[in-house]
């Protein structure tokens, strides 16, 4: 059983307040055959795709990078944007700290190079899912919604 140490919010007067905002990003990889690499994370059980904060001194594709390949076994490279998600009535409260943290993510795609799926502190589970099964993995709606963009992607990326 997982104990939410995460907890997300939308449009909810019962939201705490956020206390932070944390550049962010997540990563839309797929593999050969199209399938998207998807983790259930260990912090609330729900499927995402692989991402987290941008460290100082990193820029974006190097965060995207990294933060896949901690959470997933994958070496990734960065092929285009999705979109941009700073909805301000997105909170993410972590249980651990309470920090509220207000959305701040930016969505790219890449492409798997090498590795194999591996779990992490982070991840619970990763896997290879076809992209017709993944609107049937739980998931949050912040999360559905940015893959939803990709796989009904025009070329324009989603601002938002």
Request: glycine share 8%; proline share 8%.
């Amino acid at each position: 059983m997982i104990v939410a140490r995460r907890i997300d919010y939308y449009d909810d007067p019962d939201a705490p307040k956020p206390n932070s905002l944390v550049p962010s990003v997540n990563v839309v990889v797929t593999n050969d055959a199209g399938d998207i690499l998807m983790i259930r994370r260990s912090d609330n059980g729900n499927w995402a795709v692989p991402g987290g904060a941008i460290d100082l001194g990193e820029s974006l594709p190097q965060a995207a990078v990294r933060e896949t390949l901690e959470e997933t076994g994958i070496v990734c490279e960065i092929t285009g944007l999705v979109g941009t998600y700073t909805d301000p009535r997105h909170v993410i409260l972590y249980t651990s700290n309470g920090e509220a943290r207000q959305e701040f993510s930016i969505v790219l795609t890449a492409r798997a190079i090498s590795g194999e799926p591996t779990p992490s502190s982070e991840s619970t589970e990763v896997r290879w899912v076809p992209r017709a099964e993944v609107a049937t993995l739980p998931m949050d709606r912040s999360m559905a919604l940015r893959i939803g963009h990709y796989l009904t992607s025009t070329a324009l990326p989603h601002v938002g």
